[in-house]
């Protein structure tokens, strides 16, 4: 089972979602872009995804 994070930073919300096996959705999060530090939002954004799916960061594979 590979899982893959995707990530996208808009201007209001960024999203982060994890696929398994290139075609199923397991979960998906958002939190609002935190544009004086990018990385504020894509954290708390993939923390998020992470928890709901109850995946550890070394499961993933390709982000």
């Given at each position: 089972?590979?899982?893959?994070?995707?990530?996208?930073?808009?201007?209001?919300?960024t999203?982060?979602?994890?696929?398994?096996?290139?075609?199923?959705?397991?979960?998906?999060?958002?939190?609002?872009?935190?544009r004086?530090?990018?990385?504020?939002?894509?954290?708390?954004?993939v923390?998020a995804?992470?928890?709901?799916?109850?995946?550890?960061?070394?499961?993933?594979?390709?982000?």
């Open positions: 089972m590979t899982i893959l994070l995707g990530v996208d930073t808009g201007g209001t919300y999203d982060a979602v994890l696929i398994r096996d290139d075609t199923d959705v397991i979960a998906s999060a958002k939190s609002l872009t935190t004086a530090d990018l990385a504020l939002g894509i954290g708390s954004a923390w995804v992470l928890a709901e799916a109850d995946v550890a960061p070394g499961e993933i594979a390709l982000a």
